[in-house]
């Protein structure tokens, strides 16, 4: 059957009829409030429900028995609740439904507002830092004035880097890895033997950095790029654990660009090959391990795959386990704190908002010491409250991760993306404080 286009009070009625629902309980099932639920009931075409239900009622039909969907699709041919059966998208005038059960700040004042906020809500992107001279390091890593490192001083340049990625410090990160690419291949001319192996190694950890901020800075295309020169750098490593790191940053990469299943297949490969390899006998071996399926349990909540998603969460907690400590080996920032920071990013991935904040409040924060994995924890929470319409929690996690990692928010088109949404959907004084925040982190709406 093909997919709603547009969800309308008719079609989530026609939905919950199909599945044979009460109103309360067809709340219950999507989280949502029972009033919210009675106003589609009742209102029908006339009302639109808010973005994060629309995709809630996506994932409900899709999970939908084959005789639920068949009854969804007889219900709307037959114009159920007296809708008027038709193709036509809602109009421009319709109520969209905040699912906020207040009825503060309706009515047209605020219908204006929102449309002004609508016309004007670009993101901010101007505010990310520029990028163009990474790229063109990236492209044509060979320079004529390029800084010849000993293998020392380059192995200390890509741990700074790493240093400062993981502190959020995104903007002097650029400026590093736009001298420390032309070094790369100087250091490869003059290493030798085991020396060049090392080389290899750090060359893999340095586009695993570049592809990194190029995923927070929205250049998902070239992260790509940088993800596939890491692997190559690390397969002539021959070392087993640089291979597992690289294979993190393809993964990602491979889900920033909408390949999810093979990103879960990608990450599940290459942990089950650095067992193999490594017996996981060190701790850089198993703080990788349990990084890898970690990023695999992402990909696959984002595959909607709910079941591998909780089986890479459990496998990484015994990863956790057996390390036995928060730490940052090998850069993953790896240990059981980490592991309920993605339990808590894979709930609200699969839409359990209400889910994914109990588990942040159970997080121990003085475990998490790494400003980037403290900082996304509190946009993860943003993100599940402005699911759930708590618009001004949503507002004040975004405001603890501005303070934890300014950049985090001001570089990153996908958080700020995030500060729009808020605008867009808060109301009175919570869209007044959200809109001063904007200014304040330099996010335009």
Same mark, same amino acid.
């Given at each position: ?44 075409? @006339? ?10 009622? +996506? ?16 219900? =709307?041919?037959? *114009? ?28 047209? +004042? ?18 990310? %830092? ?13 320079? %004529? ?23 959020? !410090? ?6 590093? =890895? ?7 291949? %100087? ?6 033997? &085991?020396? $060049? ?40 490593? &021959? ?21 999810? @299943? ?50 890479? =969460?459990?496998?990484?907690? !015994? ?23 993605? !339990? ?16 942040? $409040? ?26 759930? *319409? !708590? ?21 990153? %088109? ?6 729009? &949404? ?24």
């Amino acid at each position: 059957m093909a997919p709603v286009t547009t969800w309308t009070g008719r079609e989530a009625n026609a939905l919950r009829n199909a599945l044979r629902m009460s109103v309360t309980a067809f709340a219950e099932h999507l989280g949502a409030a029972r009033r919210t639920v009675a106003k589609w009931s009742s209102q029908g075409d @006339k009302v639109l429900p808010r973005a994060d239900m629309q995709a809630a009622l +996506d994932t409900v039909l899709a999970r939908a028995t084959l005789d639920a969907r068949e009854r969804f699709e007889a219900l =709307l041919a037959t *114009g159920t609740s007296g809708a008027t059966v038709g193709t036509t998208l809602p109009n421009a005038g319709m109520d969209t439904d905040t699912g906020d059960d207040t009825q503060g700040d309706s009515g047209s +004042d605020g219908d204006v507002r929102r449309r002004d906020l609508l016309r004007g809500a670009t993101i901010g992107i101007a505010a990310a %830092p520029g990028i163009a001279p990474l790229l063109d390091a990236l492209v044509s890593p060979r320079h %004529p004035n390029a800084v010849a490192l000993s293998a020392q001083q380059f192995s200390q340049a890509v741990a700074a880097a790493k240093i400062d990625y993981q502190a959020c !410090r995104y903007e002097r990160v650029l400026d590093q =890895l736009v001298t420390l690419l032309p070094a790369l291949e %100087p250091a490869r001319a003059y290493a030798q033997d &085991e020396q $060049r192996r090392h080389i290899e190694v750090l060359a893999a950890d340095l586009y695993h950095v570049v592809g990194s901020v190029l995923l927070k800075v929205g250049d998902r295309g070239m992260a790509l790029v940088a993800a596939e020169r890491s692997t190559r750098a690390a397969a002539a490593s &021959e070392e087993p654990v640089a291979a597992a790191t690289s294979a993190r940053i393809m993964t990602h990469a491979l889900m920033s660009n909408g390949h999810d @299943k093979q990103a879960v297949t990608l990450a599940g490969n290459a942990a089950t090959v650095l067992d193999r390899n490594t017996r996981l006998a060190s701790t850089d071996a198993v703080a990788v391990y349990g990084a890898l399926v970690l990023r695999g349990a992402v990909a696959a909540a984002r595959s909607d795959d709910r079941d591998t998603a909780q089986a890479m =969460l459990d496998e990484a907690s !015994r990863a956790a386990a057996q390390l036995g400590y928060d730490g940052n080996d090998r850069w993953t920032g790896f240990g059981a704190a980490n592991v309920l920071l993605h !339990r808590v990013n894979v709930a609200r991935t699969l839409g359990d908002a209400g889910t994914a904040i109990g588990i942040a $409040r159970t997080v121990p924060l003085e475990k998490v010491t790494l400003a980037e994995r403290k900082a996304s924890l509190y946009v993860d929470v943003a993100r599940a409250y402005t699911q759930w *319409g !708590r618009y001004e929690h949503g507002l004040t996690a975004l405001r603890t991760a501005y303070e934890v990692a300014p950049e985090e928010v001001r570089c990153r %088109p996908a958080v700020q993306r995030i500060a729009t &949404e808020l605008a867009l959907l808060a109301k009175g004084s919570a869209r007044t404080a959200v809109v001063d925040f904007t200014r304040e982190a330099g996010i335009r709406l």
